[in-house]
């Protein structure tokens, strides 16, 4: 018993790094654009890899559009600063919608094409070899139905993905939705929320990759009023690295980045357009929810 435990400890030990390679890491972290830059600069240069962002909002606001703009835009070839790679869709609400990825897989040919003019670079030209078909194909997408199947599927992932090592984001639409509905045991919802946390958070460090946790608002009695906050209670809010909060700033779709650990907190406007997420160009002012 005493030399396992030995051989234990020390492989422990031999596991270590020091803080230089970790911050070597990070700064060569590779990072998701969201297609909205004012967005992208208080995330840093985007979505980050190897990490887990949750992204919580009222409806309406624009959760999965964002999801489905992150799942195109984890296809970017390398040439025009993306990650080439591909993505994993989780659905649980039955919201991704095939037709509007496309419109945005356009977009995004588009600003390639733009890109390459305005440059005046001599690319291969990898944005002509590439269609909407090509975009959706690199999207593996799961339909789920209850909270076993959503823990199930991703027990799957570490399999799923050892054989897809070209997966650079998952996304989650929404984590909450079957959490929310089938449970009246609340302790066993949060262990179960819990060690399907876990296996994200090994996930997006094992294979690189980004995992995005879209997420739903609830009530919240506090300070003698209800407010509104996001879903599965305040447990939760640790399981992830990142969270953005979405919210109305009058006809202003604004993203609050709440908690990061290397980022400070700051807020920026978007848009959802026909050709998915952009910049805002409206100034009008709503009180922000929180």
């Given at each position: 018993?005493?030399?396992?435990?030995?051989?234990?400890?020390?492989?422990?030990?031999?596991?270590?790094?020091?803080?230089?390679?970790?911050?070597?890491?990070?700064?060569?972290?590779?990072?998701?654009?969201?297609?909205?830059?004012?967005?992208?600069?208080?995330?840093?240069?985007?979505?980050?890899?190897?990490?887990?962002?949750?992204?919580?909002?009222?409806?309406?606001?624009?959760?999965?559009?964002?999801?489905?703009?992150?799942?195109?835009?984890?296809?970017?070839?390398?040439?025009?600063?993306?990650?080439?790679?591909?993505?994993?869709?989780?659905?649980?609400?039955?919201?991704?919608?095939?037709?509007?990825?496309?419109?945005?897989?356009?977009?995004?040919i588009k600003d390639m094409q733009e890109y390459d003019h305005f440059l005046r670079k001599d690319l291969p030209g990898c944005q002509a070899k590439l269609?909407?078909?090509?975009?959706?194909?690199?999207?593996?997408?799961?339909?789920?139905?209850?909270?076993?199947?959503?823990?199930?599927?991703?027990?799957?992932?570490?399999?799923?993905?050892?054989?897809?090592?070209?997966?650079?984001?998952?996304?989650?639409?929404?984590?909450?939705?079957?959490?929310?509905?089938?449970?009246?045991?609340?302790?066993?919802?949060?262990?179960?929320?819990?060690?399907?946390?876990?296996?994200?958070?090994?996930?997006?460090?094992?294979?690189?990759?980004?995992?995005?946790?879209?997420?739903?608002?609830?009530?919240?009695?506090?300070?003698?009023?209800?407010?509104?906050?996001?879903?599965?209670?305040?447990?939760?809010?640790?399981?992830?690295?990142?969270?953005?909060?979405?919210?109305?700033?009058?006809?202003?779709?604004?993203?609050?980045?709440?908690?990061?650990?290397?980022?400070?907190?700051?807020?920026?406007?978007?848009?959802?357009?026909?050709?998915?997420?952009?910049?805002?160009?409206?100034?009008?002012?709503?009180?922000?929810?929180?």
């Open positions: 018993m005493k030399v396992i435990l030995l051989l234990l400890m020390l492989s422990c030990w031999t596991g270590a790094q020091s803080a230089w390679d970790m911050l070597h890491e990070e700064e060569a972290c590779k990072r998701i654009t969201t297609s909205c830059s004012d967005l992208d600069d208080i995330l840093g240069g985007g979505i980050s890899c190897k990490e887990v962002t949750e992204i919580g909002g009222v409806p309406g606001i624009g959760k999965t559009q964002i999801g489905i703009q992150l799942a195109i835009n984890v296809q970017i070839p390398v040439g025009y600063g993306g990650v080439e790679g591909k993505a994993v869709y989780i659905d649980t609400e039955g919201s991704f919608m095939v037709e509007r990825a496309s419109q945005i897989a356009e977009a995004c269609t909407s078909n090509d975009f959706l194909a690199n999207i593996n997408y799961f339909r789920i139905c209850s909270y076993t199947e959503q823990i199930a599927v991703i027990n799957y992932l570490d399999k799923f993905i050892s054989e897809h090592p070209d997966v650079k984001v998952v996304i989650v639409d929404s984590i909450t939705f079957h959490f929310r509905q089938d449970f009246e045991d609340m302790a066993l919802r949060t262990r179960l929320l819990g060690g399907m946390a876990l296996k994200l958070m090994k996930l997006a460090k094992k294979f690189s990759l980004a995992v995005i946790l879209l997420n739903q608002v609830t009530t919240k009695y506090s300070g003698g009023s209800f407010h509104l906050t996001l879903a599965l209670g305040d447990s939760w809010s640790h399981a992830c690295t990142n969270r953005i909060i979405l919210y109305w700033n009058g006809n202003e779709r604004c993203a609050h980045l709440d908690k990061s650990p290397s980022l400070r907190s700051a807020s920026a406007p978007y848009s959802v357009t026909g050709e998915g997420i952009r910049n805002s160009a409206s100034s009008c002012k709503r009180a922000r929810i929180t």
